[in-house]
Nanobody, 121 residues
Framework: QLEESGGGLVQVGGSLRLSCVAS????????AKWFREAPGESREVVAS???????NYADSVKGRFTVSKDNAKNTVYLQMNNIQPEDTGVYYC?????????????????WGQGTQVTVSS
């Protein structure tokens, strides 16, 4: 129900914007988190956003990454600036909200398939 895009190969100091788009049956994303899975490491949260717009960031990305949510497009973004080698990894979004069942609403919590970010020096 979620699809990430925007990853790729980027030089140190460059920028990328990752997108996490929800499928059409999803009516609302309430909360979302971006995770990073670096090679040989466990998945860690780097940024989160809640329905009121409050955001939180891992110390390693504070001041460089910005998470945002476009409710009209049911899309969550991760703007990555001043990218560093340690930012290399697969980025996943996880979102919670509500979707239409056809006869009503139901809550969901879903992962996207991930998008690769590779930083070259």
């Amino acid at each position: 129900q979620l699809e990430e895009s925007g990853g790729g190969l980027v030089q140190v100091g460059g920028s990328l914007r990752l997108s996490c788009v929800a499928s059409e049956n999803i009516l609302r994303i309430d909360t979302a988190k971006w995770f990073r899975e670096a090679p040989g490491e466990s998945r860690e949260v780097v940024a989160s956003i809640v329905s009121g717009g409050n955001t939180n960031y891992a110390d390693s990305v504070k001041g460089r990454f910005t998470v945002s949510k476009d409710n009209a497009k049911n899309t969550v973004y991760l703007q990555m600036n001043n990218i560093q080698p340690e930012d290399t990894g697969v980025y996943y979004c996880f979102a919670e909200g509500y979707y239409s069942t056809g006869t009503g609403l139901s809550s969901f919590g879903s992962w996207g398939q991930g998008t690769q970010v590779t930083v070259s020096s």
